[in-house]
């Protein structure tokens, strides 16, 4: 399967998560993208709403796991007519696609995107710009 | 059926729409919650990642249309290996919940998150503040 069928799938595996649990509180589940940089890889992760100062990242084995929480809506607002936005906290774990260096994440945040970088154990050799290096020393 | 019920079916709704397009572009709508605040409604939007100058505002009749549209991943950052998050431009339109005075729709945005303050055409009065002023008087 292509990749963006897998990801239609992850969406339905997360879709079916949501449904299940409609009778609890809402579910919080940040969508993910990864990135594969060459000598790093990137997640990306939709966090609208959330403090810095609640996230938090750590790393186990081949997993990475993100925490964090949105407050519930400030009720010194108004009151609330209708809510589909998530609120309280999230946990999301997710597989490394690649080893990684332990404890290299570097996270920011920004415009609601939580972008984290982590070093690749083994980085992606250029094979283009090793040719061409080649054919510059013949 | 009360509000989390409601706000449930929404979702339902919205899964729906999200499954049945499941062969086309990436579905991309933002999760909405309404707050009424006596004098005006409130209208949060979760638009992670989406710059200010691609939002646009518009209203007709008892809707409120918000457009807007986020890069697709950049692909100087390296290869996708899996993508959740949406991308592309998004339409919500929604029905005010209450009459709003027209073109007083007052946006900002923070932490990907979309605020829009509108005045309410009939006022909220607060009858315990009301009460206790008549307390006052006698």
Known sequence: MNEPVLARLQQLMNLREEVE??????????AADWIDGDSHLILLLDVPGVNLDTLALSEEDDTVTVQGERPALD????RVLSAERSSG???RTLVFPEAVLPQSG???LSAGVLTI??????????????????????
């Open 21 to 30: 649990t409609l009778g609890s509180a809402r579910p919080w589940t940040p």
């Open 75 to 78: 009720e010194t607002l108004g």
């Open 89 to 91: 906290k999230f946990t």
């Open 106 to 108: 570097e996270a920011r």
């Open 117 to 138: 970088q982590f070093e690749k154990r083994h980085p992606t050799i250029d094979a283009t710009a090793q040719e061409l290096g080649e054919e510059t020393e013949s």
